[in-house]
T-cell receptor
Framework: KQEVTQIPAALSVPEGENLVLNCSFT??????LQWFRQDPGKGLTSLLL?????REQTSGRLNASLDKSSGRSTLYIAASQPGDSATYLC??????????FGTGTRLTVIP | GAVVSQHPSRVICKSGTSVKIECRSL??????MFWYRQFPKKSLMLMAT?????????EQGVEKDKFLINHASLTLSTLTVTSAHPEDSSFYIC?????????FGQGTRLTVV
């Protein structure tokens, strides 16, 4: 069974810093990998979807990379802002209908 | 993108009553929807996969008679928590599949008193 791990579990950075969130998965045979953001008590917002044939995706200040062979993905956030404070979840598609979530990284950006 | 609407966002109910949560895909048709539950400080746990026109597929350990799922149309799936107990209090989130991408509802905070 696919296991998804995210490190660190929590991260605090001062505003303006660049940061990297890490996600690792045990089975490299994946369909896609998706990064989400969750605000407290709210649903998930999809940030980036990387298809298995892709290496990275970019959206604004966010850049996600995927290395299937090593079972890793990173989410890079440039010039962090207080509004970026949230929990970031990595999820791996192990099949068309099988989505496995990591435990998340709780990010706090300090003004 | 695509929009998935979940209703209600918050609900408080008494023990023993049933609660229905709706998940709608507003601007696309979704043959497949998922229901998740999130415990405090834990990741999302898949409860069941809802397929339009057929019975839902439940994950191991999820009571199908307690968590009734109906996916009667391509834009609506419902989760009914029957005979709710305080331990059912949780955050429930649905998602709908559009192609290979999942779009999530806003979640429902259920509190059973």
């Amino acid at each position: 069974k696919q296991e998804v791990t995210q490190i660190p579990a929590a991260l605090s950075v001062p505003e303006g810093e660049n940061l990297v969130l890490n996600c690792s998965f045990t089975d490299s045979a994946i369909y896609n990998l998706q990064w989400f953001r969750q605000d407290p008590g709210k649903g998930l917002t999809s940030l980036l979807l990387i298809q298995s044939s892709q290496r990275e995706q970019t959206s604004g200040r966010l850049n996600a990379s995927l290395d299937k062979s090593s079972g890793r993905s990173t989410l890079y956030i440039a010039a962090s802002q207080p509004g970026d404070s949230a929990t970031y979840l990595c999820a791996v598609w192990a099949g068309a209908n099988n989505l496995f979530f990591g435990t998340g990284t709780r990010l706090t950006v300090i003004p | 993108g695509a929009v998935v609407s979940q209703h209600p966002s918050r609900v408080i109910c008494k023990s023993g009553t049933s609660v229905k949560i709706e998940c709608r895909s507003l601007d696309f048709q979704a043959t497949t929807m998922f229901w998740y539950r999130q415990f405090p400080k834990k990741s999302l746990m898949l409860m069941a996969t809802s397929n339009e026109g057929s019975k839902a597929t439940y994950e191991q350990g999820v009571e199908k008679d307690k968590f009734l799922i109906n996916h009667a149309s391509l834009t609506l799936s419902t989760l009914t928590v029957t005979s709710a107990h305080p331990e059912d209090s949780s955050f429930y989130i649905c998602s709908a599949l559009k192609g290979t991408e999942a779009f999530f509802g806003q979640g429902t905070r259920l509190t059973v008193v």
